[in-house]
């Protein structure tokens, strides 16, 4: 790609907002296949723009992310090929990323698409190339332009050894049997029906990995649940505390933010967010809305009714009032243009 053409599509995406990004998401998602709906919007809050571009724009980056609280694996340049292993398109990552390079590559400075035709047409070619549903690409696609624009040309093009490295039983399965499984509940065996407080559930926290599953007693919150699970999650991801299961937790009150998860399945089984639950989202930074039953939870406040699948983001913070403060303050006219470097 020449520095000339590159200019042309990391310009374009540099001029996108939050703002721009919200809406090519409404647009997109009735457009998105079912499996990968809530997985787009699961993926496009753990990586904000917001936050990767104050990151980027930063005189200390390292300073900021203390004062943030950031823990773990914050930055989306460090993580291009994998962020998005949760989603059903991840599987046709190769080919959507190859595609967007190329289209970026073949872009005129003349061009007047919008970023939803930028998206759809790559999702279109890479569909009629690998001769499947359109839909199966749309969610997966708009993760790649907005990893372009958080991370830049040369960390997107990068090849990692092993960037779809995964269970082959579930990398074969049709949307339709994932959609299925997600919607399962446990049996609760032949007299299941007269069992009330001691009903069991299945947490899934990695589709792809049979072993990534925790049991959770009816009513509890998910975060007690895992810490059910014994196993040495420590090595795993360090933000995780010895005997406290693959959740990272420190306070169990909202307080900390360490325990948030994406709900790729079973939202409608977890109870209702409490005032104080919602508000502290807001202060981290996760979610910014008022619906019941949200995408984004803090586990250590969610308590399960049902089997449910659950998405562990790899880092936490707490940068809602930051970055809310920085949109109330004029910002300078270099600071408008696109992170080339962030999270």
């Known amino acids: 790609m020449s520095a000339q053409t590159e200019t042309v599509i990391e310009n374009f995406l540099g001029r996108q907002t939050e703002a721009d990004w919200s809406q090519t998401l409404a647009d997109l998602l009735p457009a998105i296949h079912e499996v990968d709906r809530t997985a787009t919007?699961?993926?496009?809050?753990?990586?904000?723009?917001?936050?990767?571009?104050?990151l980027e724009q930063a005189e200390d980056p390292a300073l900021l992310a203390r004062k943030l609280l950031l823990q773990g694996k914050y930055y989306l340049k460090d993580q291009v090929d994998s962020s998005h292993k949760f989603l059903y398109g991840h599987r046709y990552w190769p080919e959507v990323k190859k595609a967007v390079a190329e289209y970026a590559g073949s872009l005129a400075a003349t061009d007047s698409s919008t970023l939803t035709g930028h998206i759809r047409e790559v999702a279109r070619r890479v569909a009629t190339q690998l001769k499947t549903d359109e839909s199966l690409l749309i969610g997966i696609t708009a993760v790649a332009f907005m990893t372009l624009q958080q991370v830049g040309s040369a960390a997107f093009k990068a090849a990692a050894p092993h960037p779809l490295a995964t269970n082959r039983k579930h990398a074969r399965k049709s949307p339709e049997q994932v959609l299925k499984e997600r919607a399962r509940d446990n049996s609760q065996g032949l007299l299941g029906f007269l069992r009330t407080t001691n009903k069991e559930w299945t947490v899934a926290f990695d589709e792809a990995?049979?072993?990534?599953?925790?049991?959770?007693?009816?009513?509890?919150?998910?975060?007690?649940?895992?810490?059910?699970?014994?196993?040495?999650?420590?090595?795993?991801?360090?933000?995780c505390t010895v005997g406290e299961g693959p959740i990272?937790?420190?306070?169990?009150?909202?307080?900390?933010?360490?325990?948030?998860?994406g709900v790729l399945g079973?939202?409608?089984?977890?109870?209702d967010v409490s005032p104080r639950e919602s508000k502290m989202m807001k202060e981290f930074g996760y979610i910014n809305t008022d619906e019941p039953k949200p995408i984004i939870r803090l586990s250590c406040q969610a308590q399960g009714f049902g089997a449910v699948s659950i998405v562990i983001p790899p880092w936490n913070g707490v940068f809602g009032k930051f970055l809310r403060q920085q949109k109330s303050q004029p910002q300078p006219e270099s600071a408008a243009s696109g992170a080339g470097g962030g999270a």
């Open 209 to 239: 990995d049979k072993s990534a599953r925790f049991k959770l007693l009816h009513g509890q919150e998910v975060a007690s649940g895992a810490a059910t699970d014994k196993r040495d999650w420590v090595a795993r991801d360090a933000r």
């Open 248 to 261: 990272p937790v420190q306070c169990r009150s909202a307080s900390c933010g360490t325990c948030w998860v």
């Open 41 to 54: 919007r699961i993926w496009f809050a753990f990586f904000p723009l917001g936050l990767a571009q104050a």
């Open 266 to 271: 079973g939202a409608e089984k977890l109870s």
